[in-house]
């Protein structure tokens, strides 16, 4: 790739996690992380954007929360059926100006970044994205282990999310990173889990639209045993027959890969990722995804 030969995505200055639907009046409806400042600073918000010329110019940008409200972070979009788009991201409704997390590397035990905490989210969208509905909407996830463990005992929530929402056998599905810490390399442990919906692709009411947090239990995806405690930016695909293949980044120097049978109840031991040959993938900590193509191949 030739990076000089890209096309420019407006932003507002820092720019994350563009991600793209393609809406039923056939534009490219794009939600994109941004702010004036830097990542986790004051005003960071999600924007969405069309365009009608894939990509080459950009129109309509609307701000889905407002640029001096609580921040609004990490969104990823879902189109279902009838056309209706929902975004889900992370909100700092409760408006925390500072978190607890570890002294050291935070002073006094308090880090000012509040962008990973708050409430999962989503508005919805019926005219392709050109506006969003007025009112947000929480989802009540599911308390685990690492939410009881943290600073708080759960009562607020650590996380955010990179992977994209997939439909599988007549429900929605939407990533979610659970945090269990801010520390030395900001997330000091993390695990992933799946919000499911079995109502969300026909039900029009948003009140009504039910959700589980899956996997059964209350430990999410982790690292291999005597791994660390890193394992975040759970991307997902669907198989020809049925399952999920999720792959994710840790700390210990390769991803990890885990398959599910059963719609994410439950997740075969986790491992990590290898080349054909037998030989360990090398790997920073960094986002790896993997998506199937129109072919087929992934």
């Known amino acids: 790739r030739n990076i000089e030969q890209g096309l420019i995505i407006p932003d507002l200055s820092y720019s994350d996690q563009p991600y793209i639907v393609k809406t039923d009046d056939g534009a490219w409806l794009c ?28 129109q309509d940008m609307v701000q889905v929360e407002p640029a001096d409200g609580p921040e609004a972070s990490y969104a990823v979009m879902l189109k279902v059926p009838s056309g209706r788009i929902y975004i889900f991201y992370n909100h700092n409704t409760d408006n925390l100006r500072k978190v607890k997390a570890d002294n050291p590397p935070y002073k006094d035990g308090w880090c000012a970044r509040v962008d990973s905490q708050g409430y999962f989210v989503f508005k919805y969208s019926d005219d392709h994205g050109r506006t969003w509905s007025a009112k947000r909407y929480p989802i009540p996830v599911r308390e685990f282990e690492i939410d009881r463990n943290n600073p ?39 695990e992933g889990v799946l919000l499911m919906s079995d109502n969300i692709l026909t039900e029009t009411d948003p009140e009504k ?37 999720c792959v994710y980044r840790t700390i210990d120097g390769h991803p990890v890969e885990c398959y599910s049978r059963d719609g994410g109840h439950t997740w075969e031991p986790p491992q990590y990722k290898k080349y054909d040959d037998g030989r360990l993938m090398k790997h920073p900590r960094a986002a790896n995804f993997a998506w199937r193509c129109d072919n087929g191949k992934f």
């Not at 759960?154 to 945090?179: Q, T």
């Open 31 to 58: 939600c994109l992380t941004t702010g004036a400042g830097h990542e986790g600073q004051s005003g960071q918000i999600v924007i969405t954007q069309r365009s009608v010329d894939q990509g080459k110019t950009w």
């Open 152 to 190: 708080y005992q759960g009562e607020v929530r650590y996380f955010w999310n990179v992977g994209k929402p997939f439909i599988l056998d007549g429900c929605g599905y939407v990533s979610l990173h659970k945090v269990g810490g801010l520390g030395v390399g900001f997330f000091t442990s993390s």
């Open 209 to 245: 639209i039910q959700w589980q947090t899956l996997p059964d239990g209350d430990i999410g995806l982790r690292t291999p045993p005597g791994g660390g405690s890193v394992s975040e930016e759970q991307s997902y695909s669907l198989l020809s027959d049925g399952s999920i293949y």
